[in-house]
Nanobody
């Protein structure tokens, strides 16, 4: 199983970026897909998750209303649209897959495969 995130980069505060994550080696639609992030000097934290088949989504309070997760099961790809970016959104963003139940969507110990991460830097 391989996950490859791309689309990170540098953005000014208030602007937008979209990161994507392509998954190969498993039946993508059968898994919860989540985004986590790790800022410098901080622990990795949950950002957003999409349920199997994309029927439900969940967000951390810090990004709710600004970020949007979506998935294209035909392309085995999940997206994270990040709007109204803030300097505190600066982090390495990781995508991961979860084969457990939806209630575990924000718990990283339930995610079994992870991508290498993509850096998002937001300047003020």
């Amino acid at each position: 199983v391989q996950l490859q995130a791309c689309g990170g980069g540098l953005a000014q505060a208030g602007n937008s970026l979209r990161v994507s994550c392509a998954v190969s080696g498993r039946t993508f639609s059968r898994y919860i897909v989540g985004w986590f992030r790790q800022a410098p000097g901080k622990e990795r934290e949950f950002v957003a998750a999409s349920s199997r088949y994309g029927g439900s989504s969940a967000y951390a309070d810090s990004v709710n209303g600004r970020f949007s997760i979506s998935r294209d099961n035909a392309k085995n790809t999940v997206y994270l649209q990040m709007n109204n970016l803030k300097p505190e959104d600066t982090a390495v963003y990781y995508c991961a897959t979860n084969n457990a139940v939806w209630s575990t969507r924000d718990q990283e110990e339930h995610y079994d495969y992870w991508g290498p991460g993509t850096l998002v830097t937001v300047s003020s």
